[in-house]
């Protein structure tokens, strides 16, 4: 069964630094695109940052020069760096991967991330 596992979430004063992991079960995302979305209270789910199975990133102009992503060599975890951390940025934090021969996307259940000013 393929899975996505979000962690690294939490607290932290504004300025402060997160680093958001997820863990791929049952599967891996090798030529696959891989995301991150959040959803703060009220407002609709976001993309915050993207990672093409070619390497292309983009950023929500929000978090540019803040959040960086990445994944490891075994395509089965990925990451968002969080740096410099504003209250605005406080939301659940979504990852997403593309998995398996037809890059079916599967979603993550979420982490909290609240950033206190």
């Known amino acids: 069964q393929v899975e996505l596992v979000e962690s690294g979430g939490g607290t932290v004063q504004a300025g402060g630094s997160l680093k958001l992991s997820c863990a791929a079960s049952?599967?891996?995302?090798?030529?696959?695109?891989i995301a991150w979305y959040r959803q703060a209270p009220g407002k609709e789910r976001e993309l915050v940052s993207s990672?093409?199975?070619?390497?292309?990133?983009t950023y929500a102009d929000s978090v540019k020069g803040r959040f960086t992503i990445s994944r490891d060599n075994a395509q089965t975890t990925h990451y968002l760096q969080m740096n410099n951390l504003k209250s605005e940025d406080t939301a659940v934090y979504y990852c997403?991967?593309?998995?398996?021969?037809?890059?079916?996307?599967?979603w993550g259940r979420g982490t909290q991330v609240t950033v206190s000013s």
């Open positions: 997403q991967a593309g998995m398996g021969f037809n890059c079916f996307y599967y």
């Open positions: 049952g599967g891996n995302f090798r030529g696959c695109g």
């Open positions: 990672l093409s199975s070619a390497g292309a990133t």
